[in-house]
């Protein structure tokens, strides 16, 4: 089993809809959470970074931790095609710690 | 501008050729990453600097090199003891020692002849 669990996708949402996204995770040592996006042949953009449980909102975006279930979410408002791409969660359990990535959801939003 | 570079954008290996990638910042952070992305999987780690001179071991480290001589460059090396090499490469950077997070570069894409 994998230690950083999200559904591939792709998820296709009309423009205007909210989009969700979400990982689980098994390791409850994990304190930092982060959401990546990915453009097609890119690198990946820090989008959002979490620590411990709560939400945090920046814009269109707002991150979602839930230690207890070992769940976090990413919600995007307002979606724009511009949003299409590959959304990536990551966590560790301290700044020295290694990173552990989720496989990454497509997301396409349609005009 | 303040960031991570990679180079060259696309590589090609030849059998039995060994390839280095380049990966520079400018962000004065102590740690520094690679990682192997194919389709449909996450980020696997190939190798870790948290200082100069220093590596670890990533999850999948057989068939590949590093070295860490100056606190911006990280190359890595594709020996030609990784039978699979065509994946994108990511190399990202962060500080130590603090709430920090990872910034990627660009990527590098390695294909096979």
């Known amino acids: 089993q994998k230690e950083v669990e999200q559904d591939p996708g792709p998820l296709s949402v009309p423009e205007g809809a909210i989009v969700s996204l979400n990982c689980t995770y098994s390791?409850?040592?994990?304190?930092?959470f982060m959401w990546y996006r990915q453009y097609s042949r890119k690198g990946p953009e820090l989008l959002m970074y979490t620590y411990s449980s709560g939400n945090k909102e920046d814009g269109r975006f707002t991150a979602q931790v839930d230690k207890s279930s070992k769940y976090i979410s990413l919600f995007i408002r307002d979606s724009q095609p511009s949003d299409s791409a590959t959304y990536l969660c990551?966590?560790?359990?301290?700044?020295?710690?290694?990173?552990?990535f989720g496989a990454g959801t497509q997301v396409v939003v349609t005009p | 501008d303040g960031g991570i570079t990679q180079s060259p954008k696309y590589l090609f290996r030849k059998e039995g050729q060994n390839v280095t990638l380049s990966c520079e910042q400018n962000l004065n952070h102590d740690a520094m990453y690679w990682y192997r992305q194919d389709p449909g999987q996450g980020l696997r780690l190939i190798y870790y600097?948290?200082?100069?001179?220093?590596?670890q071991k990533g999850d999948i480290a057989e068939g590949y090199s590093v070295s860490r001589e100056k606190k911006e460059s990280f190359p890595l090396t594709v020996t030609s003891a990784q039978k699979n090499p065509t994946a994108f490469y990511l190399c990202?950077?962060?500080?130590?020692?603090?709430?920090?997070?990872?910034?990627f570069g660009p990527g590098t894409r390695l294909l096979v002849l």
């Open positions: 600097s948290q200082i100069v001179n220093d590596f």
């Open positions: 990202a950077s962060k500080r130590t020692g603090s709430q920090e997070t990872q910034y």
């Open positions: 390791n409850s040592a994990f304190q930092y």
């Open positions: 990551a966590m560790n359990t301290d700044s020295w710690g290694k990173f552990q």
